[in-house]
């Protein structure tokens, strides 16, 4: 059974704790500690926004102009 708490900050783990130990009484138990990185972009991912930044604006289609081209090609 997987059991995944997501907390704000660290400072609320003495709060989980109690929770934890109600839910797995003195069954053993496996903590995994996972420091969240949403904000944050891979150097991967950075480099392409960096190319599409350097793309000539006049080749950029609006949403409408995908949406268009889409419904044409697929019939969606």
């Avoid at 997501?6 to 996972?34: C, D, F, G, R, W």
């Amino acid at each position: 059974m997987y059991t995944t708490y997501h907390l704000s900050s660290a400072e609320e783990v003495p709060n989980i704790v109690e929770a934890i130990i109600s839910a797995h009484k003195s069954k053993a138990i496996t903590i995994t500690v996972e420091e969240d990185e949403e904000d944050e972009l891979t150097e991967e991912q950075k480099h392409i926004l960096d190319e599409r930044l350097a793309e000539d604006e006049d080749d950029y289609l609006t949403a409408e102009e995908v949406i268009n081209q889409l419904k044409s090609e697929y019939g969606l």
